[in-house]
RNA sequence: GGACCUGUAGCCUAGCCUGGACAAGGCGACAGCCUUCUAAGCUGUAAAUCCGGGGUUCGAAUCCCCGCAGGUCCA
């Protein structure tokens, strides 16, 4: 939805008053980078058809679409209306074609059941190129004006994170990023499950070491999640362990502190490296002893659907709500009335909540469908909101599923040193010496990230080392490259002549490359807009985008003595190479202005 | 036993929600392109029963049903 705020369009050149009519059609207020420029041509077509159906303009809503190549710029197709209309789709084609005039459009042509249209195109390139411009970083967010909330990451105390972990992560980082621009005020949070069975686990491994450090955790997990196998005692052990916890004794509580915070901190120490910044480190064991839980148990006692299972537990009733469970319950406490798990993250949502404003998002892997259903049921049994939820699958290896426990695993950290290793011996086969350990990381980072934000999340990864360390094709350095091109053109032709004469002249812009880049840039908005909780299709676009700029570079040479040409040319580089940054910062990836 | 997700050239992926003109990229293979703005690049060629089978539709990779395979969870 378009916000309320109006936009200043002071600012926007004489010539997009052209353009007003097609908003008024749609009595959306004037904000070209919301709405995306095919808009228009839905609202030109939504005229022309009105008058052919005889239903109001407002209430069509055709779906434009690009012909192949060749073909035009846009088209619309007639088969949907051949029933309504009892004619067939060429004839219909035939009747709008006519109907269709407008200043932006040169000339639409009936093909078929289809209508293609073909765009003035130095009026497209003019309106797209001056808005990106103006707008400038700000070019395609929806301007909302709200407060949001997210969780994601939230990965156990308890080692070094390892790939699969860091997909959350990614997802989440990049989906916090995609907020902001869109204009809300973000709150990035991470739950720190530290009482769990696992952490008691570590908590055992590590007594009576002298000291323990970061990169010692990983074995000792592996070594007592060895140990535990067939040893009933040692299991015993970590359950009575668990229960001084919860019974509050000092010590204990000590040490477990202790061991969460090293992990916390390594962890934290890792992403923020990566560049995934959190505000609010939200930990389980508050819920433990505070009173929430209990204030939330007797909420659902309320509501008379908890009752009392074989064993005693208090169990949450969830008939009605459709849970492919049999029977539909949510475990509340053990026998002894202490919180499970679940109570507390009811509590914790709660308290989410109460902070989160217009969206209240969270990002958990596949595991956690089921899971994240229950918690969701018995949020609206208590009538409260559920979070918004991003599910991810797991990244595979060749082995089988990662998992910390057994040690199969790629670590988070293996991954960013090769990546930065590999970006480095790059960088000095090209011979470039400055800022090289800055740029690895640029490069080396992005290529990890993209790597992994660039697949649809419900989709599992197979981790392969030669692939996640592509440099080549699809990856984020074959973005960055294309970006630090621009850079170097605009570098070069700031060098040669002074800039600042009046605006380019558009119509210059005449090319089939040329031209394809302005549509690419006047479908972001929409991109952004679709992005916000579907982040790969950004990095999906900003492929495109850099591959239709690579074919322009080779094609048409933007330095030149034709000043008029040159600066026309440099608009439109301009433009990419702003679209090119914000999208790769939206993904959490830097945008290096040359490599 | 039940539920959800995934299955697209040798390999990896986009498209599926919202059905439409020859299924789009990348890797790998093959053939070209650096005396012009960075070759992490560009151009071209070969390569696809869109997992299988039914159905709906003028039209299905896309929607529905039944299978098969992988992932995940529940019992």
Same mark, same amino acid.
């Given at each position: ?8 369009? @002071? ?27 095919? +808009? ?24 434009? !679409? ?68 103006? @707008? ?56 720190? +499950? ?34 535990? %196998? ?24 000590? =040490? ?44 659902? %006692? ?14 949450? $009733? ?7 469970? =049999? ?23 709660? %308290?989410? +909540? ?33 979070? =918004? ?36 011996? &790059? ?30 999340? %419900? ?6 080392? @030669? ?7 699809? !990856? ?35 090319? $089939?490359? &040329? ?34 700029? +690579? ?41 290096? =202005?040359?490599?």
């Amino acid at each position: 939805m378009v916000s309320e705020n109006q936009r200043d369009t @002071e600012n926007y050149p004489d010539f997009m008053l052209f353009f007003r009519p097609f908003f008024a059609v749609n009595r959306f207020i004037y904000n070209p980078a919301a709405l995306g420029i095919m +808009n228009e041509f839905r609202n030109v077509v939504a005229e022309a058809l009105s008058s052919v159906i005889g239903r109001p303009a407002e209430q069509l809503e055709p779906l434009i !679409s690009a012909p192949p190549e060749g073909m035009g710029d846009f088209a619309f197709q007639c088969f949907s209306l051949a029933k309504e209309l009892k004619k067939s789709p060429a004839q219909i084609a035939g009747e709008l074609a006519p109907k269709i005039r407008h200043l932006a459009l040169d000339k639409v042509v009936a093909s078929g059941g289809y209508l293609n249209f073909f765009v003035n195109r130095s009026m497209m390139a003019a309106q797209v190129l001056s808005t990106v411009g103006i @707008e400038k970083s700000s070019y395609g967010s929806l301007n909302v004006k709200g407060r949001a909330l997210i969780e994601h990451t939230s990965i156990n105390p308890n080692a070094s994170p390892h790939v699969g972990r860091a997909r959350n992560g990614i997802i989440g980082d990049s989906v916090s990023r995609m907020l902001r621009f869109h204009g809300y005020d973000v709150e990035v949070h991470y739950f720190v +499950n530290d009482v769990g069975k696992q952490v008691a686990m570590l908590v055992l491994a590590c007594r009576g070491k002298a000291k323990v450090s970061f990169n010692d955790l990983l074995g000792e997990y592996v070594r007592i999640n060895a140990e535990l %196998e067939g040893n009933p005692e040692l299991e015993a052990q970590v359950f009575s362990l668990l229960k001084q916890l919860e019974d509050g004794d000092e010590g204990v509580k000590r =040490e477990f502190r202790n061991v969460v915070d090293i992990c916390v901190k390594g962890q934290s120490r890792i992403l923020s490296d990566l560049g995934m910044a959190f505000d609010h480190y939200d930990y389980e064991s508050k819920y433990l002893w505070d009173k929430s839980t209990q204030e939330v148990l007797q909420r659902l %006692e309320g509501t008379g659907r908890v009752f009392a299972d074989e064993g005693g537990r208090r169990v949450l $009733d969830l008939k009605g709500f459709d849970l492919p469970m =049999e029977p539909p319950v949510f475990v509340l406490t053990r026998a002894d009335g202490t919180s499970l798990y679940g109570l507390r993250d009811i509590a914790y949502n709660l %308290e989410k +909540n109460s902070r989160a404003g217009d969206r209240n998002i969270v990002v958990l892997g596949e595991d956690h469908k089921l899971y994240f259903r229950q918690v969701s049921a018995a949020l609206s049994v208590l009538g409260e909101r559920s979070p =918004e939820v991003i599910h991810y699958s797991f990244i595979l290896l060749p082995s089988g599923k990662m998992s910390t426990r057994s040690g199969n695993v790629v670590l988070l950290e293996d991954f960013m040193a090769q990546a930065v290793e590999k970006a480095r011996a &790059e960088l000095v086969a090209r011979g470039k010496h400055a800022n090289i350990g800055r740029l690895s990381k640029v490069i080396g980072y992005g290529a990890l990230k993209y790597h992994v934000i660039r697949v649809s999340p %419900e989709k599992n990864v197979l981790f392969d080392w @030669e692939k996640a360390l592509s440099f080549e094709g699809e !990856s984020a350095p074959y973005i960055q490259y294309a970006h630090a091109r621009i850079c170097s053109i605009l570098r070069k032709a700031r060098h040669g002549q002074a800039t600042g004469q009046s605006s380019p002249d558009y119509s210059l812009l005449r090319s $089939d490359e &040329e031209f394809q880049l302005v549509r690419l840039l006047a479908g972001f908005p929409d991109v952004a807009a679709k992005a916000l909780l579907r982040p790969h299709l950004l990095a999906n676009y900003l492929q495109g985008l850099a591959d239709c700029f +690579n074919s322009f570079y080779h094609q048409c040479p933007v330095i030149s003595d034709d000043a008029h040409l040159m600066s026309a040319r440099l608009s439109l580089c301009s433009a990419v190479r702003q679209v090119l940054e914000t999208g790769l910062n939206l993904l959490g990836i830097d945008a290096p =202005e040359e490599m």
